[in-house]
């Protein structure tokens, strides 16, 4: 996507961003061998680098079974901070399937439960996590939602925001991060999604299926 910057296409995307002394994955999928997978091209893109930070967008099932392989490697769970205790009961509790590399060698889980706002930078890269509120109460996908972005790149990464069809309304889920990009008014051009689109997406295409203007 940009120099440091790959995007990592399985069953479900993640994003991987070089620092200079470690790596940081957005999104592990969701299941334990899509989590492998991920890992595992990671790896060869970076063969020299440990991946410190594993970050999880919420904890549905299908977005936080793969994170599994990434703590089995010693990387720190990076997620919402209503989610740290689900994750560290999750991952310190007994695993018994055979080729599960977490059940072989079980590691205690590293979990970081972060604020409204987490960056982690370098001279290389600046990425920053949002915590994305939702403006209907009764309409909630998850209260401990991430997205993650990039300034330099102008690339926002996301889950579960999926974009209307054209003409169509959004979902109160969309409009809630409609809401928030105008308050937080982060400036980006691509839109990315965990859900690989079949077209290239953008910040007006957000605001416009919302009718967010900045």
Same mark, same amino acid.
């Not at 054209?166 to 308050?183: D, E």
């Given at each position: 996507?940009?120099?440091?910057?790959?995007?990592?296409?399985?069953?479900?995307?993640?994003?991987?961003?070089?620092?200079?002394?470690?790596?940081?994955?957005?999104?592990?999928?969701?299941?334990?061998? #899509?989590? *492998?997978?991920?890992?595992?091209?990671?790896?060869?893109?970076?063969?020299?680098?440990?991946?410190?930070?594993?970050?999880?967008?919420?904890?549905?099932?299908?977005?936080?079974?793969?994170?599994?392989?990434?703590?089995?490697?010693?990387?720190?769970?990076?997620?919402?901070?209503?989610?740290?205790?689900?994750?560290?009961?999750?991952?310190?509790?007994?695993?018994?399937?055979?080729?599960?590399?977490?059940?072989?060698?079980?590691?205690?889980?590293?979990? !970081?439960?972060?604020?409204?706002?987490?960056?982690?930078?370098?001279?290389?890269?600046?990425?920053?996590?949002?915590?994305?509120?939702?403006?209907?109460?009764?309409?909630?996908?998850?209260?401990?939602?991430?997205?993650?972005?990039?300034?330099?790149?102008?690339?926002?990464? *996301?889950?579960?925001?999926?974009?209307?069809?054209?003409?169509?309304?959004?979902?109160?889920?969309?409009?809630?991060?409609?809401?928030?990009?105008?308050?937080?008014?982060?400036?980006?051009?691509?839109?990315?999604?965990?859900?690989?689109?079949?077209?290239?997406? #953008?910040? *007006?295409?957000? !605001?416009?299926?919302?009718?967010?203007?900045?």
């Amino acid at each position: 996507m940009a120099e440091g910057v790959y995007l990592i296409t399985a069953p479900y995307n993640a994003l991987a961003v070089e620092f200079k002394d470690y790596i940081v994955v957005v999104e592990a999928g969701q299941s334990v061998a #899509t989590g *492998q997978n991920i890992l595992t091209e990671v790896k060869k893109v970076y063969p020299n680098k440990p991946i410190r930070y594993i970050v999880n967008t919420h904890p549905h099932e299908d977005h936080s079974l793969g994170l599994a392989p990434f703590v089995a490697e010693g990387a720190e769970i990076v997620t919402y901070k209503n989610n740290k205790k689900f994750f560290e009961n999750a991952y310190s509790a007994p695993r018994t399937l055979l080729n599960d590399s977490l059940a072989q060698n079980k590691r205690k889980p590293k979990v !970081m439960g972060i604020g409204e706002k987490q960056v982690f930078k370098d001279a290389n890269h600046s990425l920053e996590l949002h915590h994305i509120i939702d403006t209907d109460p009764e309409k909630v996908h998850s209260d401990g939602i991430i997205v993650a972005y990039l300034p330099k790149e102008k690339i926002l990464f *996301q889950a579960d925001f999926t974009l209307p069809a054209a003409g169509a309304m959004p979902n109160p889920f969309v409009q809630s991060l409609g809401a928030n990009m105008g308050k937080l008014k982060l400036d980006f051009d691509r839109y990315l999604s965990v859900h690989a689109s079949q077209t290239p997406q #953008t910040r *007006q295409d957000l !605001m416009t299926a919302t009718g967010v203007k900045y």
